[in-house]
């Protein structure tokens, strides 16, 4: 399963608030383009949609359509900060 470290729990809590989605909102990443195992759309949404896996760390979560979480399953979310305060999201292998 898709872990998410603490970077990347203080930056879907900073969108989430700052988007007014509330708790039960999260980051939503969808496969995406041709290489579905590589390319993904994310997004900040309100709620899961119905197939979504949602994985949970604190306050955090994050939507997963089935594609990604196939995708995503042995990753860990990241994130950095970039420039004017941008997020930059990255997936890495688990240690």
């Known amino acids: 399963m ?3 470290d603490t970077t990347a729990v203080q930056a879907i809590d900073e969108l989430t608030t700052a988007t007014g989605v509330g708790r039960q909102g999260g980051l939503r990443i969808a496969a995406a383009g041709r290489t579905p195992d590589r390319d993904f759309d994310l997004s900040i ?6 197939d979504d896996v949602v994985v949970a760390h604190g306050d955090a979560r994050v939507f997963l359509d089935p594609c ?3 995708a995503l399953a042995d990753k860990v979310l990241d994130v950095r900060k970039r420039h004017a305060g941008r997020f930059h999201f990255g997936v890495y292998p688990q240690a």
């Open 2 to 4: 898709l872990d998410i």
């Open 45 to 50: 949404e309100p709620h899961p949609e119905v």
């Open 68 to 70: 990604a979480a196939r």
